[in-house]
């Protein structure tokens, strides 16, 4: 390979470190560490609050780094993703406590607290997100009635906060501050006056910088941890997973829907403009940055989270059968072998946002709408992948609609793409022809992002996007054939 770069990718419940670099125009990839990320419950007072355990991740990210640095003595950059929306307090530069996890159920009077003081409506003209229980600034609503707030004079969001441990520098990268319901969906600055209106100290988040941006060089200390002498710095990306995803959909057109397919499911399309119409209000749309200004129209959709909390249940500490342990694959062979009618329930209701008994939550809602049950684990694993693939064909749909933007192709990339139910389900469903990958969608763009910032890959969105295409061979899915 050329000249190497080190993407750091934290998801929801796995971190890994991916060196990535260009050899005849072909991108290469090598992962080189990946390591659990499992969230805490810790004890408040009544309550048991739901936490990252962001010094064990930065352990490992360091682990990570040195490995990479072991491995490829001419590193360029180190680019950090992670997942939206949480963040961490901090005063003098000392992080107050464990950042919340967005599936801690805290913010319930958050939400409410916000809308009397900015009607939902106006929040959406004024920031373009779409309404989700856990969007930062209902967190930090959550934050000011508790009293823990006020002690901070900074927050981070999670790929700021390591970035920051690495290098001493402190910002807000654009994607992921697009997603606190705090930056103006009109131009890539902090809304001031909502801010004032919230109550939320109008200094607390950094200066916001754009992908591509240099962050500033890993810090003495943190170098000599990582075992490199060599000035090594720290390039802002697409800090938001979904952001660096999308910048990698291996798309040639302007008539494809992308779903970036994981623990969430965020199916839309790429913008050049904001829709901050009503009727997108209404039905749940989002308006979030993407690299080099882009808009990632999309909606939030439950994801295999569904299906992973399913198999949790089933295998874990006091599950239905703890003598048999579930294997994906068998499942997934035994639901496409399903031949009795599933049925297709709500996945976007918030019922299934928290961790708990999935199988049992369905279940509750099929009664409630007068629909039979799924009775087999199969079952359950086929209701839920009709159900996703009808989430996604409603929310194309409605996407075409709303943005006037035709779609004849849908592009799934990351985890959700290697389902080939899942896949076939979705071709079907929308009536459109699926392509699916890559897998590592959100490294790639990680990656892609530095070579670019690094000189060493060429510079316009669509130039990268052509690397990603000669790279990678989509599987194709077209409705009624399968792949």
Not at 41 to 64: M, S
């Amino acid at each position: 390979m050329t000249r190497t770069v080190a993407a750091v990718d934290l998801g929801a419940t796995s971190g890994r470190v991916i060196l990535g670099g260009l050899e005849d125009g072909r991108l290469r990839l090598r992962h080189v560490a990946r390591f659990p990320n499992q969230p805490v419950r810790l004890h408040e007072g009544d309550r048991a609050g739901l936490h990252w355990n962001t010094t064990e991740l930065y352990r490992r990210v360091i682990e990570g780094l040195a490995r990479a640095v072991r491995e490829e003595d001419d590193v360029a950059s180190i680019g950090v993703d992670s997942w939206a929306v949480d963040y961490a307090l901090l005063r003098d530069g000392r992080m107050l406590g464990a950042p919340y996890h967005y599936r801690d159920e805290r913010t319930a009077e958050g939400v409410r607290a916000v809308h009397r003081q900015v009607p939902p409506a106006e929040l959406y003209a004024r920031n373009g997100l779409q309404h989700l229980p856990f969007n930062t600034v209902f967190q930090l609503a959550a934050d000011r009635a508790a009293g823990t707030l006020e002690p901070a004079d900074r927050a981070l969001l999670v790929p700021d906060l390591i970035a920051y441990w690495l290098t001493g520098q402190q910002v807000t990268e654009a994607t992921n501050a697009s997603t606190t319901g705090l930056l103006g969906a009109h131009a890539w600055q902090w809304d001031v006056e909502l801010m004032r209106r919230l109550g939320v100290p109008t200094g607390l988040f950094p200066s916001v910088v754009v992908p591509g941006s240099r962050i500033g060089a890993l810090l003495p200390a943190v170098a000599g941890e990582v075992g490199t002498a060599r000035e090594l710095p720290v390039t802002a990306v697409g800090s938001h997973d979904t952001a660096s995803a999308v910048a990698a959909v291996p798309t040639t057109g302007d008539d494809a829907a992308f779903i970036s397919s994981g623990t969430w499911s965020l199916v839309g399309v790429e913008l050049e403009r904001p829709v901050l119409t009503e009727e997108s209000r209404a039905a749940n749309f989002t308006n979030e940055g993407g690299v080099d200004g882009r808009v990632r129209y999309l909606k939030n959709v439950s994801g295999l989270w569904l299906l992973s909390e399913s198999m949790r249940t089933w295998d874990g500490p006091g599950g239905t059968d703890p003598q048999r342990s579930s294997d994906l694959s068998v499942l997934l062979a035994e639901a496409a072998a399903v031949t009795r009618p599933v049925p297709v329930f709500d996945a976007t209701d918030e019922r299934f946002t928290p961790p708990g008994d999935m199988p049992a939550r369905i279940t509750a809602w099929c009664r409630e709408h007068d629909l039979e049950p799924p009775r087999t684990r199969a079952e359950v694993v086929r209701s839920i992948l009709e159900s996703l693939a009808a989430a996604y064909a409603t929310t194309i749909e409605q996407a075409e609609q709303l943005s006037g933007k035709r779609i004849r192709t849908v592009h799934i990339v990351g985890g959700g793409s290697q389902n080939t139910l899942l896949c076939r389900l979705t071709a079907d469903r929308t009536g459109r022809t699926v392509l699916a990958g890559p897998v590592e969608a959100t490294a790639i763009g990680n990656v892609l992002v530095q070579l670019r910032a690094a000189g060493i890959a060429p510079g316009s969105l669509e130039a990268l996007r052509r690397i990603v295409a000669t790279t990678v061979q989509p599987v194709r899915y077209v409705p009624g054939v399968g792949p």
